[in-house]
Structure formats: C-alpha cells, structure tokens
C-alpha cells in the first residue's frame, strides 16, 4: 500500500495548490488551526509549544503565538500509529505503557475538566466515574467513558488526578490489537522538566488558552526536530514565507528557521 507523501514536518510548509494540499496527511490537509510541539530529538521530555493559522488549505500557515515550553513523555516520543513508517533506523515506535508521546499528526479532540463548560463536547470529568481505558483487552480501548459501561479493565479514574482539572482529549487512532498506545491528553504539567505519562504538559493557563482556540477545530502536530532535512518539492515550496523564525526549546533563535520538510517523511513506497 502506497506510503502517503507531502508528510509535512509541523504541517507548517506553505501549501499552494489544491493539489499540494492533496498530498498532505491527514488530518492536516484540510487545517485550518494548528498547535505544533516540537522536540530536539526523539528521546527528550522538553519540548515547545507554538500556535498557527491559516484562511484556507491553500495558504500559508501564519504564526500566532510565542514559542513556549511544554512537556511530552518522560521517555521523549515514539511514532505514533498510523506514522510509524516514517520512523529512521531505531527510532522507537509508540506502544502502551512506555512513557512516550506519539509523533505525527492528530485531531484534538473535545475539551474536558472538573468545572462545567458550554464548550461544544466538554466532558465534565466525574468522581470515580469518568475513566479513560488502557486495557487493550477492552473494546473501549482509547476512550472516554463511564466506569459502569466497561467492567473490571484497565481505566485511568481521571477526576483523582489534579493534572486533568483542564485538558484536551488528543483524537490518538491507536490499534489496541498490537497495543499502540491510549489515552492520549494535553493536560496540565507537573513541572516544567516533568515529562509525561505520554500526554504533552502545559501550565495550566495554556491549557485554558488551548481549549478556546481548539473549539472549532485544530490538529495537533508532535514531531521531533531531527526529522527535518533536505527539502524536496512540492513541501518545499516558499516555505520561508510560511513558517521562518519557528524555534525550538534549547535552541537559540539566532539558529533561524527549521526547516520543515523531510526527504525521509517525504518519501513514498509502494
């Protein structure tokens, strides 16, 4: 089966054609709102934060935040399914339970917490009734739900951890037949050189902000820095305009830009 190609590193390369935009992954082809985090390699818990917006597929992204420090596993990141053919060499793939955030691109999903929200698909988290499964033995796998509705698995009691008392669900397509990964948030950090469980960890303002932002719909972009390379059309067109002065945390702005398309997560096999 066909490899997809265009994989944009931070979906951030100016896409200047309905058909360039058709060569973009899923679910960035169409994105209109992006959170980007960046790390310097694939086995670091320090990471950046950045926020982007475009009018249209066919523009370019546009840069609306500073970049701020945020937090991904303990582990650092390993691809996540259904990315896991772009890794190089050893890179690690993300499976369940260890400790690292999946890269690639994802849909963030509905916003949760301890307090009531009117934001559309808020899941107003409950005393030992709201739970997120980790079982790959459940059907639930990977979800939100009640405890009532799943038995006796594997759940995460998500009330009993100050850390959810504002987050966002990550829209993570896990394969619980050969144990990928689940649960997957943006939630509140511990500390600031806290890593993860394998969510991405923000101060809680940002996560605040997050939701806002998300609530008509964002992609969340996980990738390491070193996945970047060689440019190779069509991701590389007049990327400079779209995307200069995106840093990362530990390296210095005066480095310039990254560049954010990859011969290697560019390429296609068949």
């Given at each position: 089966m066909p490899k997809p190609i265009g994989l944009l590193f931070a979906a951030t390369a100016i896409l200047v054609s309905p058909v360039y935009a058709a060569t973009c992954p899923a679910p960035i082809a169409r994105a209109s709102r992006l959170v980007l985090v960046t790390t310097q390699s694939m086995d670091t818990a320090l990471a950046t934060l950045q926020l982007f917006t475009r009018r249209s597929a066919n523009m370019p992204w546009k840069r609306v935040s500073a970049a701020e420090p945020a937090v991904v596993g303990k582990a650092?990141?390993?691809?996540?399914?259904?990315?896991?053919?772009?890794?190089?060499?050893?890179?690690?793939?993300?499976?369940?339970?260890?400790?690292?955030?999946?890269?690639?691109?994802?849909?963030?999903?509905?916003?949760?917490?301890?307090?009531?929200?009117?934001?559309?698909?808020?899941?107003?988290?409950?005393?030992?009734?709201?739970?997120?499964?980790?079982?790959?033995?459940?059907?639930?796998?990977?979800?939100?739900?009640?405890?009532?509705?799943?038995?006796?698995?594997?759940?995460?009691?998500?009330?009993?951890?100050?850390?959810?008392?504002?987050g966002l669900f990550v829209d993570y397509p896990s394969d619980r037949v050969t144990r990928r990964g689940s649960c997957i948030f943006i939630h509140i950090w511990s500390a600031p050189d806290m890593g993860t469980s394998g969510c991405v960890g923000l101060p809680e303002a940002r996560v605040e902000a997050l939701q806002e932002f998300s609530r008509v719909g964002a992609v969340l972009a996980i990738l390491p820095a070193t996945a970047t390379g060689t440019h190779r059309p069509p991701c590389d067109v007049h990327w400079r305009d779209s995307i200069s002065g995106v840093e990362h945390r530990g390296r210095s702005a005066r480095d310039g830009p990254v560049r954010l398309c990859s011969k290697r997560v560019a390429r296609m096999e068949s």
């Open positions: 650092g990141l390993g691809w996540g399914y259904p990315f896991v053919n772009f890794k190089e060499n050893e890179e690690p793939e993300k499976f369940e339970g260890d400790n690292r955030t999946p890269a690639g691109f994802f849909r963030v999903g509905p916003s949760f917490g301890f307090a009531p929200s009117r934001r559309p698909g808020y899941i107003e988290l409950k005393s030992g009734e709201t739970v997120c499964v980790e079982d790959p033995s459940s059907p639930f796998y990977n979800t939100i739900t009640k405890r009532s509705d799943i038995g006796a698995v594997e759940a995460d009691d998500m009330r009993s951890s100050a850390l959810y008392r504002s």
